[in-house]
């Protein structure tokens, strides 16, 4: 007997077979099949997979797609398989589908912007001409499988482990692309231009970089990129990092929302696994990240998963009560990361969790066979913590206070289903910028299309580049002491 693992997001399963076994039949025993529109002759790649282990070598379909086919694969023995996300039943955020305006577009009819997170994977399949958005496909990023955050996966690079972590993500933005083109009914090999954001030790990743300049003080990046080069055999633009941990994703943002084309005070939070913090003020840019951890992207938690059906992303305090919303109004599977967001402000509210996090009669089961625990409040207190005094210290650092930020974004897939109100009451943001806020969903990858409608917008990010003044939080006492302070949720 053999085993097959299924990974689809943040759920895994394991099968046994007796080997020799089509994949395809294997997936559809567990209802995970891919569909298949082309009869499962392996021509229109809309089953394009992650495959590893013991199976079969690719076929004639498969090399001509350049991708594994769920339809055309034999598994021999042991294997794993990753499974791309379906687009409207899981949440993982693509930001707008809006038309672009291709001013100076790079090569070609079809081009793709990719926000390589270090969660998740996301893409969006552009006409060229048209600026018409064709599709999308989105994915959790395979590397979480070595390592959840950053400083774990520059750890593993530096072990050795660099071309695996390299070869994991090149294969799996290459799946999304098969699958996108397919998904508009268009073959792959005319997507010939790409612009890849993510945050700096993504990009090091994904271009096989040695990232030892980042694990070592005083962590300064020896490439900030912006940079054109070649990845997945396509024209392929690596937009501006503006620091070692502040990457090409918030410079994208900045660029998506058009905080330097106002006067106006405003603040971005990217929540997401590396916290990053822009904020533009006296029309100059200060920067920070900080270590929130991947509580908020539901990892890390005792019943966490991703946005997918079933998963809590609401909760409401209705007494002395909690009213439970799921995706999809599913049967509770586990909690996301507004969920759990929500959770912790409804147990705040209830008295069932004190200012200082503990909880007053032990963990609280939310629904059958999900659970809020006392570690899982702790990881939230760690990661909104850092959020918040990260946030406290860039407006220090800027002679800002909090009353003079006209706008607040929080960007990111989590941002985008947070409701402000529950951040604000579990301190992730200061009840004066609350009022402020506005969610643009990924706005990374908006910055990336953009970059990929129009080239001359390069220029605009090497500014923001060389003018941006990074705030350093490690070894300030400033950031420790609120990092404390900020530990506590309060009273109300």
Not at 118 to 143: E, F, I
Not at 420 to 428: Q, R, V
Request: glycine share 12%.
């Amino acid at each position: 007997m053999a085993t097959l693992t299924i990974r689809r997001g943040a759920s895994t399963q394991q099968i046994t077979f007796t080997p020799p076994q089509p994949l395809d039949a294997l997936l559809h025993q567990t209802g995970l099949a891919p569909s298949r529109p082309c009869g499962g002759q392996g021509s229109c790649g809309k089953c394009a997979v992650l495959l590893t282990g013991d199976v079969s070598e690719s076929n004639a379909a498969e090399r001509k797609a350049g991708v594994r086919l769920s339809c055309q694969a034999v598994l021999l023995g042991d294997a794993a398989v990753i499974l791309p996300e379906d687009a409207e039943p899981v949440q993982i955020e693509t930001g707008t589908d809006g038309c672009l305006t291709p001013l100076r577009p790079m090569p070609g009819r079809y081009g793709a912007a990719i926000d390589v997170g270090t969660t998740t994977l996301a893409l969006r399949l552009y006409d060229l001409h048209s600026g018409v958005c064709l599709s999308s496909a989105a994915m959790r990023n395979p590397q979480t499988a070595v390592a959840a955050d950053v400083i774990g996966r520059i750890g593993a690079a530096l072990k050795g482990d660099g071309p695996a972590l390299q070869a994991a993500v090149t294969q799996a933005l290459d799946m999304m692309l098969c699958t996108a083109a397919a998904r508009a009914e268009i073959p792959p090999e005319e997507v010939a231009s790409l612009v890849v954001t993510g945050n700096t030790t993504m990009l090091y990743l994904l271009t096989g970089r040695n990232p030892y300049a980042l694990s070592r003080a005083p962590f300064e990046a020896d490439c900030l990129f912006g940079t054109e080069g070649t990845l997945l055999g396509r024209r392929c633009f690596l937009p501006d990092c503006l620091h070692a941990f502040v990457g090409a994703d918030t410079s994208c943002a900045i660029l998506a929302v058009g905080m330097p084309d106002r006067a106006e005070t405003a603040l971005l939070l990217d929540v997401g696994t590396n916290g990053e913090i822009a904020l533009w003020h006296g029309g100059r840019l200060y920067i920070a990240s900080t270590a929130a951890g991947p509580a908020f992207e539901g990892a890390g938690i005792s019943c966490g998963c991703g946005s997918i059906p079933g998963a809590i992303d609401r909760v409401d305090a209705d007494g002395g009560a909690l009213l439970i919303h799921t995706i999809g109004g599913k049967e509770a599977v586990g909690l996301c990361g507004s969920g759990l967001v929500d959770a912790v402000a409804a147990l705040l509210e209830t008295g069932a969790i004190d200012e200082t996090g503990a909880m007053e009669d032990g963990d609280y089961t939310l629904a059958p066979g999900v659970t809020l625990t006392q570690k899982d409040v702790r990881a939230v207190q760690l990661a909104k913590a850092a959020i918040a005094a990260g946030t406290a210290c860039v407006l220090s650092a800027a002679g800002c206070r909090e009353a003079d930020v006209a706008r607040v974004y929080i960007a990111g897939g989590f941002g985008s289903h947070l409701r402000l109100d529950k951040a604000a009451a579990i301190g992730l943001l200061p009840p004066a910028l609350a009022d402020k806020a506005h969610a643009v969903g990924n706005a990374a990858l908006d910055g990336a299309a953009l970059l990929l409608a129009d080239t001359a917008l390069r220029h605009r990010l090497k500014a923001l580049q060389i003018a941006a003044q990074h705030v350093r939080l490690d070894g300030s006492p400033l950031f420790s002491q609120r990092y404390v302070e900020e530990m506590l949720f309060g009273e109300g």
